[in-house]
Structure formats: structure tokens, C-alpha cells
Nanobody
Framework: QVQLVESGGDLVQPGGSLRLSCAASRSIFGNAMGWYRQAPGKERELVATFTTGGWINYADSVKGRFTISREYAKNTVYLQMNSLKSEDTAVYYC?????????WGQGTQVTVSS
């Protein structure tokens, strides 16, 4: 069992920035890990992720604005979000894949509104 705790969600104005954090209860080294989001009435979608091979994938809609990073010493993945738009409003979920099983956090709300 792996626990994930997300933080950093907030209400922010368009053009603003936020940084989300996701702390895992075990080592994240070598594991696929990243972020999805789900807006009201829409399906959950990939935002940014590290693959098991260490590659990074971004959704086209966030390329150039969002940056995923990780800190092994803290078992934590971050999502730096800049130039936020109203369409980025969603619940953001962190996940990690361990032994082919996906574990999810509880989600953190990001609202972009003036």
C-alpha cells in the first residue's frame, strides 16, 4: 500500500502561478509518477508524468506553462503551474505506479478565476 498526499491547490487569478506537491509514503525512485486532473463534467486527463524510464510527458494544453519535477530525498513530485487559465480549473490528482498497480491521492482543487 502506498499513500499519496497532495497539497498546494488554491484559488488563483488568470495568469497566476501555483505549485502542487505530492508526497509518497515510500521511495519514488524508478516508478512512474505524475499528475492527472478532472474538471467538472469531464473525464480525468493526463497533465504531466515521469515514466519508468525517466522520460517526461506533458499534455499539449500545458506544454510551456507547467513543469513537473521530483525530489527523491523527500519522495515528492511537484507540479509548477504558470500562466494559469480558467480552463486549468480542476481537481488535480497525483498517482504512482508500483508493481503495475496505480495508487492515487485524494486530489487537490485548483480554481482559476478572477
Amino acid at each position: 500500500q502506498v499513500q499519496l498526499v497532495e497539497s498546494g491547490g488554491d484559488l488563483v487569478q488568470p495568469g497566476g502561478s501555483l505549485r502542487l506537491s505530492c508526497a509518497a509514503s515510500r521511495s519514488i525512485f524508478g516508478n512512474a509518477m505524475g499528475w492527472y486532473r478532472q474538471a467538472p463534467g469531464k473525464e480525468r486527463e493526463l497533465v504531466a508524468t515521469f515514466t519508468t524510464g525517466g522520460w517526461i510527458n506533458y499534455a499539449d494544453s500545458v506544454k510551456g506553462r507547467f513543469t513537473i519535477s521530483r525530489e527523491y530525498a523527500k519522495n515528492t513530485v511537484y507540479l509548477q503551474m504558470n500562466s494559469l487559465k480558467s480552463e486549468d480549473t480542476a481537481v488535480y490528482y497525483c498517482y504512482i505506479t508500483v508493481n503495475s498497480h496505480d495508487y492515487w491521492g485524494q486530489g487537490t482543487q485548483v480554481t482559476v478565476s478572477s
